[in-house]
Every structure is written in structure tokens, then in C-alpha cells.
Nanobody
Framework: QVSLEESGGGLVQPGGSLRLSCAAS????????MGWYRQVPGKDHDLVAK?????????KESVKGRFIISIARDNTNGTVYLQMHNLKPEDTAVYFC??????????WGKGTLVTVSS
């Protein structure tokens, strides 16, 4: 199992930027793809960006051109980043990082709250 700890959230005005970080430790060599998810009250986790071992990135349509996912990793540990620009009120959510491939096994970190508001 991979342990996950997200940080970097906060309150930002529309149009602002934030950089989220996720410290991941554990069986990192077994993880092919990591991603950032977000969750709003009453909804499931929604995948917004993912990055594969080979560096291929994929984004949810609504964040394309505004969010950038990156990763620094070795076989045991890694840090997953999400650089967010031109933030919009609809980006307000709790952001989590987790595996994408393999699929999450039910374990989630505490997440980090991003609030976009004037």
C-alpha cells in the first residue's frame, strides 16, 4: 500500500494559482499511473489529471491548459505535484492524490482544500 499526504491548498482569488504537493511512500515501484482527484460534498472523487510512469499526462477537459501534473519518484517514494493556474470558483474542492493504475483500493489521504473565491 502507498501512503499519501497532500498539501498546498488554500484560499485563492479567481485567476490565481496554487501548487499542490503529494508525498507518496510505500510500494511505489508497483504503481504505473498516479493522479490528482477532487471531491465536492455529496459527490465521488473525480479524476482531474494523471501521469504515467513514462511521463504521459492526461487532463480532464475543464482543466486542460490550466493544470499541470508532474512527478518526482524512485521505487519507494515519490512526490506528485499539481500546478494550477487561472483558478475558477468551480475548481473549489478537496484535492486528493492517489493511484490511477492500479485503481485506488479504498485508501485515501486527508486531501487538501482548495477554495477559489473573491
Amino acid at each position: 500500500q502507498v501512503s499519501l499526504e497532500e498539501s498546498g491548498g488554500g484560499l485563492v482569488q479567481p485567476g490565481g494559482s496554487l501548487r499542490l504537493s503529494c508525498a507518496a511512500s510505500g510500494r511505489f515501484f508497483s504503481i504505473n499511473t498516479m493522479g490528482w482527484y477532487r471531491q465536492v460534498p455529496g459527490k465521488d472523487h473525480d479524476l482531474v489529471a494523471k501521469i504515467s510512469t513514462g511521463g504521459t499526462t492526461t487532463y480532464k477537459e475543464s482543466v486542460k491548459g490550466r493544470f499541470i501534473i508532474s512527478i518526482a519518484r524512485d521505487n519507494t517514494n515519490g512526490t506528485v505535484y499539481l500546478q494550477m493556474h487561472n483558478l475558477k470558483p468551480e475548481d473549489t474542492a478537496v484535492y486528493f492524490c492517489n493511484t490511477v493504475l492500479p485503481a485506488p483500493d479504498g485508501y485515501w489521504g486527508k486531501g487538501t482544500l482548495v477554495t477559489v473565491s473573491s
